[in-house]
Each structure stands twice: as C-alpha cells, then as structure tokens.
C-alpha cells in the first residue's frame, strides 16, 4: 500500500460511512476525521474526540482504499504518487487540455509581476 498525496493535502473528513461523507469537516467539530499524507508509507491520521491510534497502525485494505479516494476527491487539480496507481483514475479522471494548461502557464509567467504591483498597494 501507497499512499499519495495532492495539492490539496489537508482533509477535514465527515464521515458516517462509505456512502455518506463530505470534506466539509472543521478541527474543533467532534468526529471529524483529519487526515494528511506523509509520505508513500505513512498517513497522519485521527478523529476529533477520539484516542489518536497507536504509531504505526496499518489500516485494513478496504480503509485504505477508501482514503485513496477521498485524498484523491480532495485533490484541486493535481494528484501526486511515487508509482503508477490505476485506482486514482477510478476516483478522478486524468484531464489533458492545452487551453487550460497555457492558461495555468500564463498566469505563472505574471506571477511576480502581479505580485508586485499587489504589495505596492500596501506602501
């Protein structure tokens, strides 16, 4: 198991069961779930209001596969993983599209200079 991550790596899961979940959770809200990948290999994990599970603690496959899909579900536009993972595109299909691809490189190239004319406002 694998875990991977997004641009997007902070969840705050409500969950009830798999069918009936929203990432709409807040930290001090009781049984909300926080989640936030690590690494491949580890996931910091607990629930509001509940013991913090022991160091370590590998979850059952079925679990797993549930929080690749809401890391995924979380995700604003990219998904990150050390290994091909044919799940994710279950989850969240892959999207080619050059309009969006030269917009998002546009807005990159007038970062600093945007940036710059914001922080002027503030003199």
């Not at 603690?57 to 890391?71: A, C, E, G, S």
Request: aromatic share 12%; hydrophobic share 35%; glycine share 4%.
């Amino acid at each position: 198991m694998s875990w991977v991550t997004s641009d997007n790596p902070v969840i705050q899961l409500n969950c009830n069961d798999y069918n009936d979940y929203n990432l709409s959770g807040a930290w001090g809200t009781k049984g909300t779930y926080l989640i936030l990948p690590l690494s491949p290999k580890h996931l910091l994990y607990t629930q509001v209001g509940k013991k913090v599970p022991l160091k370590g603690t590998k979850l059952p496959l079925h679990q797993f596969k549930f929080l690749q899909k809401i890391i995924a579900e979380n995700a604003h536009r990219t998904i990150f993983a050390d290994q091909e993972n044919i799940e994710i595109n279950k989850f969240r299909k892959r999207e080619v599209n050059l309009e969006k691809y030269n917009h998002e490189r546009q807005e990159w190239d007038n970062w600093h200079k945007a940036q710059t004319i914001a922080e002027l406002d503030f003199a």
